[in-house]
């Protein structure tokens, strides 16, 4: 089946940046996403990417996606305590049938 | 109120009892997921369905049975649970005509321990 790969761990100081990066092995992929999972949460939808897009820009997140070689990356600009939580990489191909996740970067903030 | 809610929230069991994880939605999606969450393994879809007259296995099926009773109802049963069956579960809706297709809202999950 398809795959998502993430690695498991990051930790950054407030205030610096974070990038979060993720690859999948499906080229027909069409929407990329990433997920946000506080703690004791569910998921929510923090962005996402069509797959004919090489950046998508929202606030303090930035999203680039090489399609050439299957890699997304998201970027938090200006990290803080409040951004501690599990991130998610998904994708979904073009049956738009289910999402495939990654199995989540705990991205830890300190002081 | 929240969109997707799930019941219970917490449950400690025994092995080979039945247990029922119920999940409503009041977003009117006709897409419902149930994905299950492992430390270090993420999620792992169990089952969909896509109508109420639609159920597709996912993953990891077995062992698990589901049941879509209405539009807004999906549960997910264990006929006989295991402790490898210890979770988080998380039950999900989409809607595929939204603009943000493929986007998933999870309800907040529910904790089984199986002893």
């Known amino acids: 089946g398809e795959d998502v790969e993430q690695s498991l761990f990051l930790s950054v100081r407030e205030g610096d940046s974070s990038v979060i990066n993720c690859t999948y092995t499906?080229?027909?992929?069409?929407?990329l996403y990433w997920y946000k999972q506080e703690p004791g949460a569910g998921l929510q939808l923090l962005t996402y990417i069509f797959s004919n897009m090489d950046m998508k820009q929202d606030q303090r997140l930035t999203v680039l996606l090489n399609k050439k070689d299957k890699h997304l990356s998201l970027r938090i600009a200006d990290t803080q305590t409040g951004d501690s939580a599990i991130y998610f990489c998904?994708?979904?191909?073009?049956?738009?049938?289910?999402?495939?996740f990654g199995k989540g970067t705990m991205l830890l903030v300190s002081p | 109120d929240a969109d997707v809610t799930q019941t219970p929230r917490n449950r400690i069991t025994k092995t080979g009892k039945r247990i029922m994880l119920e999940c409503s939605q009041t977003?009117?999606?006709?897409?419902m997921y149930w994905y299950r969450q492992d430390p270090g393994l993420g999620l792992r879809l169990i089952y969909y369905s896509f109508d109420v007259k639609d159920i597709n296995k996912g993953e990891i099926s077995d062992g698990y049975s589901v049941s879509r009773q209405a539009q807004a109802k999906f549960s997910l049963s264990l006929e006989s649970a295991i402790p490898n069956q210890t979770a988080l579960y998380f039950c999900a809706t989409s809607d595929w005509t939204g603009g943000r297709n493929g986007e998933l809202f999870f309800g907040e999950g529910s904790r089984l321990t199986v002893l």
């Open positions: 499906d080229s027909s992929s069409t929407y």
């Open positions: 998904a994708e979904t191909s073009s049956g738009y049938s289910t999402l495939t």
């Open positions: 977003k009117g999606h006709d897409r």
